[in-house]
């Protein structure tokens, strides 16, 4: 029997005003996994006056009692581990590894943000005039617009509330079509049972098909006073554009074309571990995912044979079995889209190494490739499957050359047991984050996740995001009466 879930708006579950709803599918099964209501732009503007209603009153909180919901969150998120895996598998054909470290750094997200919540915010500024005090505050914003993927849905849904919530603001969430449980119903779930108040966090979930006009509306209505999105740069595009005609900040979270850079240094044997990780995990399915495997050409024979052979042993399907790595993808239509990319990439001179065909329904193998040319359309986009391309290098002008020749820029690995080097290449990639001897997927709560280029702007973590979610405001204190010339 397929779950039932509502609109939560102003604390009260409630269903989209026309009635509507739309189905969840699971990616493995095909099957119904639940039926959630369908919002239309009636139902956004009540969210949004609900946030609105919520906000004086959850910005007035006093900064402990803000933190203890937080904390207390956190502390509940923990033990939903089995709940989470569940909804995962069925949601978005999440493994049970992925799902339990979702909920790990998700209740760790929560953590720091109760953290950031009564961290020194501002500055004592020097005055110009004689016995004036000048302060640089943060204040909270109010209303803030929130696009929660699929893909890491716990984390990613937490992010994309935690810190805005922190900062005083409050928020509506628009979850994804592919996982709106497990990325936003799920975690509004968890805050309210920690004590969160009614109306400062709303959730709207919509059917695919209005996902365009529920993200207009919602970016568009006056009382939103920032936005922050993560997915895919074509989508963040039409979201951007949206914040700046309204003249509203942006967080964009985007994609990635990454690069894992193995330098002659290596060792062969930890690369051929980090790269595997970095590739597979989540089937390829995340923003920090190794696209791109640069080996330096003195390493380059026994990485690829070690590496294949290691990939060719992945078990894929699915997702509730312990030991599957490759679950399946989002949709069967993503399988298709992956496989599309790689028949073009052999279609154009590329090798297959392993891997490659039709996929099973949503389950794609664990594939790789070499020799892929440019012209290959696998070369430049992101492929977001369980798909990478090896590719050897001479020398490390050569290795910063090909990291760099993408329009993304989000994150980078460079394997090499000599940190001098990785550091001296690292400086030279254009990402915003990079990781020397270690692989590209990694997160940190209290670090500034985010990218450049085609990758996105803007920061989540740590201080970045209560930065990102507040205004710096200029407040001057006279001790003493000012003298004016008329």
């Given at each position: 029997m397929p779950l039932t879930r509502e609109l939560l708006i102003g604390g009260k579950h409630v269903p989209a005003a026309s009635g509507r709803t739309t189905e969840d599918i699971n990616p493995y099964t095909g099957e119904v996994y639940a039926t959630v209501a369908a919002a239309g732009p009636q139902d956004v503007t009540r969210a949004v006056d609900a946030a609105d209603a919520a906000f004086p009153e959850w910005a007035a909180l006093a900064p402990f009692a803000r933190r203890a919901i937080f904390l207390k969150a956190a502390d509940l998120l923990d033990v939903r581990g089995e709940q989470v895996a569940e909804i995962m598998a069925h949601e978005a054909g999440g493994t049970r590894p992925w799902a339990y470290f979702n909920v790990a750094l998700a209740a760790n997200i929560l953590r720091e943000a109760a953290a950031a919540i009564t961290a020194p915010r501002g500055e004592v500024l020097s005055a110009q005039e004689a016995g004036t005090l000048g302060l640089a505050v943060r204040e909270s914003l109010g209303v803030v617009a929130a696009f929660a993927p699929w893909n890491a849905p716990v984390i990613l849904g937490v992010r994309a509330v935690a810190a805005p919530l922190a900062a005083g603001n409050t928020v509506v969430v628009k979850p994804s079509e592919d996982a709106p449980i497990?990325?936003?119903?799920?975690?509004?779930?968890?805050?309210?049972?920690?004590g969160l108040p009614d109306g400062v966090l709303n959730v709207v979930t919509n059917a695919p098909q209005d996902a365009a006009e529920i993200a207009e509306v919602l970016i568009a209505d006056p009382r939103v006073r920032a936005v922050n999105f993560t997915g895919s740069t074509g989508v963040g595009r039409i979201i951007g554009t949206h914040a700046a005609t309204h003249l509203k900040p942006a967080v964009l979270e985007l994609g990635g074309k990454n690069a894992i850079i193995v330098l002659?240094?290596?060792?062969?044997?930890?690369?051929?571990?980090?790269?595997?990780?970095?590739?597979?995990?989540?089937?390829?399915?995340?923003?920090?995912?190794?696209?791109?495997i640069l080996v330096h050409e003195a390493l380059a024979e026994e990485f690829t044979r070690k590496f294949t052979a290691k990939v060719a042993s992945l078990r894929a399907g699915d997702p509730a079995h312990p030991h599957t790595v490759v679950g399946p993808l989002v949709a069967a239509s993503a399988a298709r889209r992956v496989a599309a990319l790689v028949k073009d990439a052999v279609a154009r001179g590329a090798t297959v190494l392993t891997g490659g065909g039709e996929p099973?329904?949503?389950?794609?193998?664990?594939?790789?490739?070499?020799?892929?040319?440019?012209?290959?359309?696998?070369?430049?986009?992101?492929?977001?499957?369980?798909?990478?391309?090896?590719?050897?290098?001479?020398?490390?002008?050569?290795?910063?050359?090909?990291?760099?020749?993408?329009?993304?820029?989000?994150?980078?690995?460079?394997?090499?047991?000599?940190?001098?080097?990785?550091?001296?290449?690292?400086?030279?990639?254009?990402?915003?984050?990079?990781?020397?001897?270690?692989?590209?997927?990694?997160?940190?709560?209290?670090?500034?996740?985010?990218g450049v280029k085609a990758s996105g702007y803007g920061r989540f973590g740590g201080r970045w995001g209560i930065e990102a979610f507040s205004n710096t405001r200029w407040v001057t204190i006279a001790t003493q009466q000012a003298h004016y010339p008329f």
């Open positions: 497990a990325c936003a119903l799920l975690v509004a779930d968890v805050l309210r049972e920690a002659d240094d290596a060792d062969v044997d930890y690369a051929v571990d980090a790269v595997t990780f970095s590739v597979f995990m989540n089937s390829g399915q995340i923003c920090m995912s190794g696209d791109r099973e329904g949503a389950v794609h193998p664990a594939t790789v490739l070499t020799d892929v040319p440019k012209d290959a359309d696998l070369y430049y986009a992101e492929a977001f499957g369980p798909v990478c391309v090896i590719e050897a290098f001479a020398d490390d002008d050569t290795a910063v050359a090909v990291a760099n020749d993408t329009d993304n820029g989000l994150t980078c690995g460079i394997i090499t047991e000599n940190a001098t080097h990785g550091l001296a290449v690292g400086r030279r990639v254009r990402t915003g984050i990079v990781h020397i001897n270690d692989q590209s997927v990694a997160d940190e709560p209290h670090a500034p996740f985010g």
